[in-house]
C-alpha cells in the first residue's frame, strides 16, 4: 500500500477542524491509499467542503 494522504488526528489548530462536527464529510483521521482517497472522493462527490478538505490536506 502506498500512503497518498494522512489526516492528522482532530486537532483545534487543523485547518478544517469543527469541534462537533469533526472533519468536512465525516473524514477521519488516519492514513490513506490512492483507493482510500478515490473512494473518499466518490463519498463526498455531492460535497464542495470535503472535496476542498480533502485538496488542502493533499497539497500540504
Excluded: C, H, Q, W
Amino acid at each position: 500500500m502506498y500512503t497518498v494522504l494522512i489526516i492528522p488526528d482532530f486537532e483545534e489548530e487543523n485547518e478544517g477542524y469543527d469541534e462537533e462536527k469533526g472533519y468536512p464529510g465525516g473524514i477521519e483521521p488516519g492514513i490513506y491509499s490512492v483507493n482510500d482517497v478515490a473512494e473518499m472522493l466518490r463519498r463526498n462527490a455531492e460535497n464542495p467542503e470535503a472535496i476542498r478538505f480533502i485538496a488542502d490536506m493533499m497539497e500540504e
